[in-house]
């Protein structure tokens, strides 16, 4: 719906208040606020009523209730004095007392939109595994057109956001031109998967194409190489990287087509992608939107497990990024992890969340039993790898964590979360005191799309400790132009150092720095 009042829009759709037609930036709860109160506009809402509906029932203070609706009352120019939208009424609640005309979002649908048009698909996604057509082999037994896909389907099974359909429907379907349409309509997936297995000599050559079945359109794609003498080692190796490769695409894929629909038309799943969307932008604006797109979706379908995880890792965000109160956002990270787990205790992402969850409260020996069980739930999950590496790189396992970054980034090249694991790399070659090394990871790692504050200040240190103080002192600058409340402390909150010589030498450089 769509509220009008003075020169202001509430759209609950877009999630958007407007003022005459320009969007004006609200935090989550008080968007959440203003809506309650707009809504229930003929009556009064108790302050128990708003606790319910806009901190979920979670205990807050009257000042926290204060503040918000102070915010509020900026956000459409109003103020406690004035009261001429939202009137205090004293020992009970607010009541919202505007004039307000309420539209359905449809009725300002832009001149070029079209009730013909057909809604953007918004359910969870499901894709079949066709059998690979096989090109030059020289025994007629030869099996690896099947067991690749068989492999496939079994790997990405275990991926419990996406539908994957079984092999005896799947393999229903054979042939070099497999003609998707027939494949969507008999089997009702979004995405399939296909390719083509040429063998020449002893050179084996697999092409991969990930597709979307309405447009034809090719998501991805990809081609490998190999001696035929090692065709069960070439084979595992496909599987994984297909398996992290549909991991990515596939969501990313999602959110740009939630992005191009209405709001108002999708439905969870789509809604979750456009919260998924925002998440990795790493900014505050984008992070408070994300919480509200994944708020809805759990309004939506209370049970929908990823959406939780996809709050524990905002709060995570805004804890790890000073974006808000520290003791708060810890523990909804943790709070929302649990809520996962408990509606889906196989997702990875939710275990994922809970490992990551332990790292705000310092305890990184608690966080790695999660990490370690979210990529024992999915052995080719590239973000629970690079954790278990933030971990171990930490507690001093500066091998171990190298062996599990180098593993996220073959899993996961283009992972939005890249500059996370090259920045790690550059924290374990410091506490190898391989300082050369740590600084050219580091110079990679805040060059890298996405990469806040926190991963500058390693490139920072990281080139102090090298001796560049040109480079150390540029990307200090940086971080004091981008995020000038972040000082040496924060960065030793957001990486616990357990070697305490290790601490003290970052801790000097970064003081020198003006950090």
Request: with cysteine; aromatic share 8%.
């Amino acid at each position: 719906m769509i509220y009008r009042f003075a020169e202001f829009e509430l759209d609950t759709g877009r999630f958007e208040l407007r003022s005459n037609g320009v969007v004006r930036a609200v935090e989550p709860q008080v968007f959440a606020l203003l809506s309650v109160l707009i809504e229930n506009r003929s009556r009064v809402v108790t302050r128990d009523e708003l606790i319910e509906k806009v901190w979920n029932g979670r205990i807050v203070s009257d000042s926290a209730i204060s503040s918000r609706v102070k915010s509020a009352r900026q956000s459409i120019g109003d103020d406690g004095r004035a009261q001429g939208l939202i009137r205090t009424v004293h020992g009970i609640g607010f009541s919202f007392v505007g004039e307000v005309a309420a539209f359905p979002a449809a009725s300002f649908a832009g001149a070029g939109s079209s009730a013909a048009e057909e809604p953007v698909r918004t359910s969870r996604p499901s894709i079949a595994v066709i059998p690979f057509d096989l090109v030059g082999a020289t025994e007629p037994g030869f099996p690896i057109a099947d067991a690749l896909p068989h492999d496939l389907i079994t790997d990405l099974s275990r991926l419990h956001w996406l539908s994957v359909i079984a092999r005896g429907s799947s393999f229903r379907f054979r042939g070099a031109d497999v003609n998707l349409d027939e494949v969507r309509n008999k089997l009702g997936v979004e995405y399939c998967l296909t390719g083509t297995v040429e063998i020449s000599g002893k050179v084996m050559s697999v092409s991969v194409e990930l597709s979307e079945t309405r447009s034809q359109r090719v998501v991805w794609g990809d081609r490998y190489r190999g001696n035929i003498d090692s065709v069960h080692e070439i084979r595992d190796q496909i599987v994984k990287a297909v398996t992290s490769a549909v991991e990515v695409r596939i969501p990313s894929n999602e959110a740009q087509r939630a992005l191009l629909g209405s709001p108002e038309n999708l439905d969870a799943w789509g809604i979750y992608h456009l919260g998924i969307h925002h998440m990795y932008r790493f900014n505050k604006s984008d992070n408070e939107v994300a919480t509200g797109f994944f708020k809805r979706a759990i309004a939506m379908e209370p049970g929908f497990a990823r959406a939780y995880a996809g709050l524990s890792f905002t709060h995570f965000q805004s804890s790890f990024l000073r974006y808000e109160d520290q003791t708060d956002a810890q523990s909804l990270a943790q709070h929302y992890a649990s809520q996962c787990i408990e509606r889906d205790p196989l997702d990875p992402f939710g275990h994922f969340t809970m490992g990551r969850a332990y790292w705000l409260r310092g305890d990184l020996e608690a966080s790695v039993p999660w990490l370690e069980r979210a990529t024992a739930l999915n052995p080719n999950y590239a973000q629970a790898k690079y954790s278990t590496g933030w971990a171990q790189a930490l507690l001093g396992s500066a091998e171990t964590s190298q062996a599990n970054i180098s593993a996220a980034l073959v899993l996961s090249p283009l992972d939005p979360l890249v500059y996370g694991m090259l920045g790690v790399r550059a924290l374990s070659y410091i506490v190898l005191e391989d300082t050369a090394q740590a600084a050219a990871w580091a110079e990679r790692a805040a060059n890298s799309p996405g990469a806040h504050a926190l991963i500058e200040m390693i490139a920072a240190a990281a080139h102090a400790l090298n001796g560049d103080e040109v480079r150390a002192h540029a990307w200090a600058s940086s971080v004091h132009a981008r995020a000038s409340h972040l000082d040496k402390t924060d960065f030793i909150r957001a990486f616990p150092f357990r070697d305490e010589p290790t601490k003290q030498r970052i801790l000097s450089v970064l003081e020198k720095l003006g950090m």
